[in-house]
């Protein structure tokens, strides 16, 4: 599975964006899909996961109720709607593609290159 994320940007806090992720290659469909996020000097971290359905989804603390992961298989692509930005958002985030949930990075197989978000306060 190819991975290619898109749609970060420069925005201020309290704002909106959303990523998009597209798979090609194996089917999309067969994957647990994650989105995860890396600031400078810090660790990847989880930000939310979603199952092969789409009908199961959790988040990581800090963005819930803020963030909306959701994805659709007729298009090969999972999005992360991200709501009320925080300067604490920054972040380069990846999508992954792994065959079972989780929350730790190991457990993916395929990622993206990642886009880079920066919240300005």
């Known amino acids: 599975v190819q991975l290619q994320a898109s749609g970060g940007g420069l925005v201020q806090a309290g704002t909106s964006l959303r990523l998009s992720c597209a798979a090609s290659g194996r089917i999309f469909s067969s994957y647990v899909m994650g989105w995860f996020r890396q600031a400078p000097g810090k660790e990847r971290e989880f930000v939310a996961v979603?199952?092969?359905?789409?009908?199961?989804?959790y988040y990581e603390d800090s963005v819930k109720g803020r963030f909306t992961i959701s994805r659709d298989n007729a298009k090969n692509t999972v999005y992360l709607q991200m709501n009320s930005l925080k300067p604490e958002d920054t972040a380069v985030y990846h999508c992954a593609a792994g065959p079972s949930w989780g929350v730790r990075p190991s457990e993916y197989i395929y990622w993206g290159q990642g886009t880079l978000v920066t919240v300005s306060s």
């Open positions: 979603i199952r092969r359905s789409g009908g199961s989804t």
